[in-house]
């Protein structure tokens, strides 16, 4: 479903124009379902997209697992086309054609072009054959004659040419452009004279069609060459009327107003070219060079010389462009034409242009078509109207189909590829019902708590008094250690909320740490009530310890013990509640039952060695912070601890070598820092002194660490 809603969705695009996205689209079709016409659906979009390359590519790999795929086929030879690979593009269109028996008429034109570009007689009478095939299948017409003869032309063949567009006149005296184009060509055969002859030509196509741009266009430039200024105005004018985007008519707009001195219009003229050539200078051979020329001139003439040489450092480099084209031969057509066919022809087609000016537009295929893009496409507002309905109903059918792809996902514990199809559903319709807390809870249990904050947010705006919602944005701001705004979140839950399994603790938690000492003990005594389970009992009690109500803390870790009395931790911060509360003698009483329990317990073994440093039972605290070090040498407060009773007994030589330990491994406890300052002092090591100072200095000031020794909690595993 998904696959094949893409690719419809993918065509959509190219009817509106916009390429770069119908790429996008057909190559996320291709994730779901990786068949020949879904690649050849992307050649397509990437030949109108003007990405020729990409276009073969994707075409090959059609004909790898269907070497008949007469689309595939069709695709790569106007590809090839495009790239002037005449010779390869005619073997995979004849391939085309004789597979389809009769093709349609832009891969038979396609072919003959190829045969005529080849400049080989055997192949040149192959076009002829074909172009007569086409007249016998599509009937005879003015109009087939007019695209016969500008194959031709392009071919290099101007009489026969010529007799085409004469035939396409026979046949019907008003077929668009015959006329035009029959002058054209005369132009090029009397050696870009502009004869009686070929003026008539584009005057009788004007009078049949006034608004044909290419015709007002050339004999704008026909009547600037005759200097006749006012009647060029009139046609270059006439042409901007059909095409205001056309960045030549106003160039020989400008190079007429300059010619009459008529500076202030000729600028604006110029200025206008510029800015509608944009970046594809290359165009006509890269004559809006012209405009920075006169532009140049104007604005050094009138005092304005730092920017006039902007323009003219723009007009050096475009006339060098020029020149490197016209030296490696690449502008062919344009020398044997004497240069002047690229001033004649403005523009290759119109689809072309709109193809190059979308290619640059956002290919985001998650967003809908931007007007910019449609307003090229040459769709009626009908069908305008239409393809938005079809927009809706194509964005809806995705939406459901990626969220329900995503809820298999997650019934089946994938949480990660379930969010990522969420998230896509949420793209294309983000009014699917549910949608924005199932992307929540993918969230949250894949630990991407910022994204299950943005989904459950949204739920909660859409049903403010689910609970159940609002729980989960909690827990999810909990996750994120977001304490202040889980409290909040929690706050409307009340009573049930503080005595939910796994709410009530995380709003306790949220509270302390958000500095709300008498609002988080009110809420985690209501937990308390309801939650006995010894390993509830081991979270309170770490709580209360946070909390700062010692007391409490070690009522309840000795009430977990009456639940298990194996449990591993609870005596060991029942002696952390201890320690905090000054009874030294309950605390190692403490430390010594887990360490019965778990003799490796190195943290029980480390703080049982602090409570005996407070006790003064040194020689005690040393044979234990020894064993710590011997298990584990990277435990940073026993190297400390051990460091600064050598010290205070004077064996500095070995006191740095333990505080030096305990520092590395710990950069960031200010207070280490500061005893290794002292063991150096001792040392007269007073640059190092010097320096350990500074650091303690300014860790101090940044974490703002009490003067007192820290000792930190263990997290339960």
Not at 63 to 88: C, I, M, S, T
Not at 626 to 655: F, H, M, S, T
């Amino acid at each position: 479903m998904i696959a094949l809603t893409l690719r419809e969705l993918g065509q959509l695009r190219l009817i509106e124009g916009a390429f770069p996205q119908a790429s996008e689209i057909y190559l996320r079709a291709l994730d779901f379902e990786d068949v020949p016409d879904a690649r050849v659906d992307l050649a397509i979009a990437e030949l109108d997209g003007n990405r020729p390359t990409e276009a073969i590519a994707e075409a090959e790999k059609a004909l790898e697992k269907d070497p008949n795929n007469v689309r595939a086929l069709k695709v790569e030879g106007l590809a090839l086309v495009k790239k002037q690979e005449f010779a390869r593009a005619a073997e995979m269109l004849s391939r085309a054609v004789d597979l389809e028996g009769t093709a349609d008429l832009e891969t038979e034109y396609s072919l003959g072009m190829c045969y005529l570009q080849s400049r080989d007689a055997a192949q040149k009478q192959k076009a002829d054959a074909v172009f007569a095939r086409m007249v016998q299948t599509e009937g005879d017409s003015g109009s087939l004659h007019v695209l016969f003869g500008r194959a031709y032309r392009d071919g290099g063949e101007m009489p026969k040419a010529a007799g085409e567009f004469r035939r396409a006149i026979a046949l019907d005296p008003r077929t668009p452009h015959a006329h035009y184009f029959l002058g054209l060509v005369q132009l090029a055969i009397n050696e870009w004279k502009a004869t009686p002859e070929v003026r008539a030509e584009f005057t009788k196509e004007l009078e049949i069609y006034p608004k044909d741009y290419l015709a007002n266009y050339l004999m704008g430039f026909l009547t600037a060459e005759d200097r006749d200024y006012a009647v060029s105005d009139k046609y270059l004018n006439a042409a901007i009327s059909v095409n205001p985007d056309g960045p030549e008519p106003w160039l020989y707009l400008g190079l007429n107003a300059y010619a009459r001195e008529d500076m202030k219009t000729a600028e604006e003229d110029f200025r206008k070219a510029v800015v509608l050539t944009g970046s594809d200078e290359a165009r006509s051979n890269y004559q809006i060079r012209r405009a920075y020329v006169d532009l140049g001139r104007i604005l050094l003439n009138s005092g304005r010389a730092e920017e006039s040489e902007v323009f003219l450092a723009k007009a050096r480099d475009l006339q060098k462009k020029t020149m490197e084209l016209t030296q490696q031969g690449v502008a062919s057509s344009m020398a044997e034409a004497g240069g002047t066919m690229a001033a004649l022809m403005p523009v290759q087609s119109q689809k072309d242009l709109e193809s190059s000016a979308s290619a640059t537009e956002n290919a985001d295929p998650f967003a809908p078509v931007d007007t910019s893009i449609t307003a090229h496409s040459r769709l009626t507002k009908e069908q305008r109207a239409a393809a938005e309905s079809q927009e809706k109903t194509f964005r809806a059918v995705l939406g459901l189909a990626f969220n329900d792809l995503a809820t298999s996902e997650a019934v089946g514990g994938e949480y990660l590829a379930a969010l990522g199809h969420y998230q896509e559903a949420e793209r294309w319709d983000g009014q699917v019902p549910g949608l924005a807390k199932n992307l929540g809870l993918s969230a949250f249990r894949a630990k991407n708590y910022p994204e299950a904050i943005r989904g459950f947010s949204k739920a909660l705006e859409e049903k403010p008094g689910d609970s159940p919602v609002r729980a989960l944005l909690g827990m999810a701001y909990f996750g994120a250690e977001k304490f202040g705004e889980a409290a909040k979140t929690f706050a409307p839950l009340d009573v049930r909320g503080m005595q939910d399994s796994s709410v009530g603790y995380a709003w306790a938690t949220s509270l302390a740490r958000s500095n709300e000492p008498k609002r988080a003990a009110e809420v985690l005594g209501e937990f308390e009530k309801t939650n006995h389970s010894a390993d509830a009992l081991l979270q309170i009690g770490q709580l209360w310890i946070e909390i700062g109500d010692y007391a409490r803390a070690v009522e309840t870790l000795h009430s977990a013990l009456q639940e298990d009395a194996a449990l591993r931790k609870a005596h060991y911060f029942a002696g952390q509640a201890d320690v905090r509360w000054g009874h030294w003698a309950d605390a190692a009483t403490e430390f010594k039952s887990e360490l019965a329990m778990t003799p490796d317990d190195l943290d029980a073994r480390y703080n049982l060695g602090f409570v005996y440093l407070q006790q003064s039972r040194v020689d005690d605290a040393v044979g234990l912070f020894q064993q710590v070090i011997a298990a584990r040498p990277e435990y940073a407060n026993a190297q400390y601890q051990i460091g600064k009773i050598l010290l205070d007994r004077g064996q500095v030589e070995e006191a740095v070598t333990h505080l030096e330990a305990a520092t590395r491994l710990s950069p960031q406890t200010d207070y280490m820092h500061y005893q290794l300052q002292a063991a150096y002092r001792k040392e007269s090591r007073d640059a190092d002194a010097d320096r350990e100072l500074e650091i303690y200095k300014e860790l101090k000031a940044k974490q703002r660490i009490h003067d007192r020794e820290a000792i930190p909690l263990v997290q339960s595993p």
